[in-house]
């Protein structure tokens, strides 16, 4: 399959850590991406490469992967942190896609 | 650090054909690859395609038949066109540019709806 599969939403208390997953067997060849999207406004990308943090992202927000699942990872969540998060890959005929998306909810 | 201001048509009719074109600003166009991306209301993001240089191009499957993305290197800029528009197109479209298989800059968003 070349889909790419998030958890719709999770649930965060301020200042824990969170951990938010994407699958699909693409993963096992290519690197997965994170975004933060916002309401209203463009996504903005947190993590390249599976693990690269663009610069002036926050360290709290880091990305890992094995196999065939990729995770980005927010240690001392924010309020501002509530947002949409996608993850982004490819397959081996170069069509990008992303995962569906996971609500993130800082309680 | 690249901007991106994208523009276009925002409303269209069923069959019509949208066109949005997305100005480079403050980087080249060369050596990058370049993509349009939308979101339905209420839906997650969407790849539609990209243009790699002025003879290649890579779109999304489905999009194929009634695609087409170009470049501009003279005015720094790139285009998508979409074909006989249906109420399933609307969304709101974002440029992008492409940099280690990720979009890392984009532009603003451009809300197109399409509605009899």
């Known amino acids: 399959s070349s889909e790419l599969t998030q958890d719709p939403a999770v649930s965060v208390a301020l200042g824990q850590t969170v951990r938010i997953t994407c699958r699909g067997d693409?993963?096992?060849?290519?690197?997965a991406n994170w975004y933060q999207q916002k309401p209203g406004q463009a996504p903005v990308l947190l993590i390249y490469n599976q693990e690269r943090r663009p610069s002036g992202i926050p360290d709290r927000f880091s990305g890992s992967g094995s196999g065939n699942s990729a995770s980005l990872t927010i240690t001392g969540t924010q309020a501002e942190d509530e947002a949409d998060y996608y993850c982004l890959s490819r397959d081996i005929s170069e069509q990008r896609m992303f995962g569906g998306g996971t609500k993130l909810t800082v309680l | 650090q690249v901007q991106l201001q994208q523009w276009g048509v925002g409303l269209l009719k069923p069959s019509e054909t949208l066109s949005l074109t997305c100005d480079v600003h403050g980087g080249p166009l060369s050596g990058y690859r370049w993509s349009w991306i939308r979101q339905a209301p209420g839906k997650g993001l969407e790849w539609i395609g990209e243009v790699v240089n002025s003879d290649i191009v890579n779109y999304k499957t489905a999009h194929r038949s009634r695609l087409s993305i170009s470049m501009d290197p003279s005015k720094n800029q790139f285009s998508l066109t979409l074909t006989s528009v249906t109420a399933a197109d609307t969304a709101v479209y974002y440029c992008?540019?492409?940099?280690?298989?990720?979009?890392?800059?984009w532009g603003q968003g451009t809300l197109v709806s399409v509605s009899s």
């Open positions: 992008a540019r492409v940099f280690n298989n990720a979009f890392d800059s």
């Open positions: 693409n993963l096992r060849r290519y690197f």
